[in-house]
């Protein structure tokens, strides 16, 4: 639905969410998309990564980080516990490596994930279609995409971050290896190998105003995106951006206001973008102070939630930021349903937007 600049920007200033955003968000969801919240069952893989993103505790300059990667083995075992506990969507996450070594290994890893899932499907006399694929892996080469795809991931997530340049530099070092550039270059390549694309961005980071979420709505209309991850910075007291900000994070209003953002922007997103598939994410989950955010989330129009199923020993290794709320898939369900919608394990949950734009 169109929607004008001046009406998301009067929203966006005021304190509060409106009743009226979120009921028209609510009435645009329901005819779209229905009342269903899929889920996808996340493995972080690792938390290797070779970038040096300002916010992000994954960072390469982070050496208090405990690595970690899982073998092969251990995740395709993942994968298809994930697939015979019910879910049929999985999502595997990593830190990003640009290198060919690691993308083989990533590549078997979902290659062996399709084979295995289609194999209880054969079991069960269903039609062998195994799970449905997501992949977060960062930029890669677009060979690399391209073999993802071939092996059987048919999603991938790849968050802008920002749509305005000059705040992705602020985020970011100015370097070859963290250029924004070439992240727009790679959604680009995503969508021309095929894959349902998800964008999304960073909500209530330093620096940003409310001009620059505007921004980020029109990018994902005029990008036409399948799929939108965003959620609310959060701080990670070992990374620059939390050091150059501490006095304006540690204030009492911070966290409330990036809540604020995050539920307007995903109730814009589905007024505007309609039939896409949004996340309600973990750090939507996570956010400090804010003990109903999954369902407000919902509400305002996600319909997708993903449980993690990393195991124990590695989950709190992938600090991306701190104190990230699990909520298991059973506490995820009783909350949607206590909401009035319908936790879905056993689709694959598409966005009903790829079939419109293909
Ligand atoms: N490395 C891949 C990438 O960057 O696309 C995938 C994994 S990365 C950890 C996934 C997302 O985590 C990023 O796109 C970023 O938006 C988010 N993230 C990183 N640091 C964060 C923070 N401090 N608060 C909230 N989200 C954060
Ligand atoms: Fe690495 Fe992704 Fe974190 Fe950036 S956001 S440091 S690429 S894991």
Not at 144 to 160: C, Q
Not at 163 to 187: A, G, I, M, Q, W
Not at 220 to 227: E, G, K, P, Q, V
């Given at each position: 639905?169109e929607?004008?600049?001046?009406?998301?920007?009067?929203?966006?200033?005021?304190?509060?969410?409106?009743?009226s955003?979120?009921?028209?968000?609510?009435?645009?969801?329901?005819?779209?998309?229905?009342d269903?919240?899929?889920?996808?069952?996340l493995?972080?893989?690792?938390?290797?990564?070779?970038?040096?993103?300002?916010?992000?505790?994954?960072?390469?300059?982070?050496?208090?980080?405990?690595?970690?990667?899982?073998?092969?083995?251990e995740?395709?075992?993942?994968?298809?516990?994930?697939?015979?506990?019910?879910?049929?969507?999985?999502?595997?996450?990593?830190?990003?490596?640009?290198?060919?070594?690691?993308?083989?290994?990533?590549?078997?890893?979902?290659?062996?994930?399709?084979?295995?899932?289609k194999?209880?499907?054969?079991?069960?006399?269903?039609?062998?279609?195994?799970?449905?694929?997501?992949?977060?892996?960062?930029?890669?080469?677009?060979?690399?995409?391209?073999?993802?795809?071939?092996?059987?991931?048919?999603?991938?997530?790849?968050r802008?971050?920002?749509?305005?340049?000059?705040?992705?530099?602020?985020?970011h070092?100015?370097?070859?290896?963290?250029?924004?550039?070439?992240?727009?270059?790679?959604?680009?390549?995503?969508?021309?190998?095929?894959?349902?694309?998800?964008?999304?961005?960073?909500?209530?980071?330093?620096?940003?105003t409310?001009?620059?979420?505007?921004?980020?709505l029109?990018?994902?209309?005029?990008?036409?995106?399948d799929?939108?991850?965003?959620?609310?910075?959060?701080e990670?007291?070992?990374?620059?951006?939390?050091?150059?900000?501490?006095?304006?994070?540690?204030?009492?209003?911070?966290?409330?206001?990036?809540?604020?953002?995050?539920?307007?922007?995903?109730?814009?997103?589905?007024?505007?973008?309609?039939?896409?598939?949004?996340?309600?994410?973990?750090?939507?989950?996570?956010?400090?102070?804010?003990e109903?955010?999954?369902?407000?989330?919902?509400i305002?129009?996600?319909?997708?939630?993903?449980?993690?199923?990393?195991?124990?020993?590695?989950?709190?290794?992938y600090?991306?930021?701190?104190?990230?709320?699990?909520?298991t898939?059973?506490?995820?369900?009783?909350?949607?349903?206590?909401?009035?919608?319908?936790?879905v394990?056993?689709?694959?949950?598409?966005?009903?937007?790829?079939?419109?734009?293909?």
């Amino acid at each position: 639905m169109e929607i004008s600049d001046d009406r998301i920007l009067k929203e966006l200033s005021i304190d509060g969410v409106s009743g009226s955003l979120i009921s028209l968000a609510d009435l645009i969801r329901k005819q779209k998309v229905g009342d269903f919240v899929y889920f996808r069952g996340l493995v972080e893989i690792s938390n290797i990564c070779s970038k040096n993103c300002y916010y992000c505790g994954l960072r390469k300059g982070n050496t208090k980080l405990k690595r970690y990667a899982l073998s092969e083995d251990e995740a395709v075992v993942i994968g298809v516990f994930i697939y015979r506990s019910g879910i049929s969507s999985i999502a595997l996450q990593s830190g990003e490596v640009k290198s060919d070594r690691w993308v083989e290994k990533l590549v078997n890893i979902v290659r062996r994930i399709k084979e295995e899932t289609k194999k209880i499907d054969e079991e069960n006399g269903k039609e062998p279609k195994g799970a449905g694929i997501t992949i977060s892996f960062g930029e890669l080469e677009k060979e690399h995409y391209e073999e993802l795809f071939r092996a059987g991931a048919h999603r991938y997530l790849l968050r802008i971050e920002t749509s305005d340049r000059e705040l992705y530099e602020k985020l970011h070092p100015v370097d070859e290896n963290h250029s924004f550039d070439t992240r727009l270059k790679c959604l680009e390549w995503l969508k021309e190998i095929g894959y349902q694309v998800g964008t999304g961005v960073m909500i209530g980071v330093p620096g940003q105003t409310i001009k620059h979420l505007l921004s980020d709505l029109r990018f994902f209309r005029s990008f036409d995106i399948d799929m939108i991850g965003m959620g609310p910075y959060i701080e990670h007291r070992d990374t620059p951006l939390f050091v150059w900000h501490r006095k304006e994070i540690e204030k009492r209003s911070f966290y409330r206001k990036a809540y604020e953002l995050s539920i307007k922007m995903i109730a814009f997103a589905r007024i505007m973008l309609e039939d896409v598939n949004i996340v309600a994410s973990t750090a939507l989950q996570s956010i400090p102070g804010c003990e109903n955010s999954l369902e407000t989330g919902i509400i305002a129009g996600a319909n997708v939630v993903m449980p993690v199923f990393t195991p124990s020993d590695f989950k709190k290794a992938y600090s991306i930021y701190e104190n990230k709320n699990n909520l298991t898939v059973s506490q995820m369900a009783e909350r949607i349903e206590k909401a009035g919608y319908i936790p879905v394990f056993d689709k694959w949950g598409d966005p009903i937007h790829y079939f419109e734009r293909i």
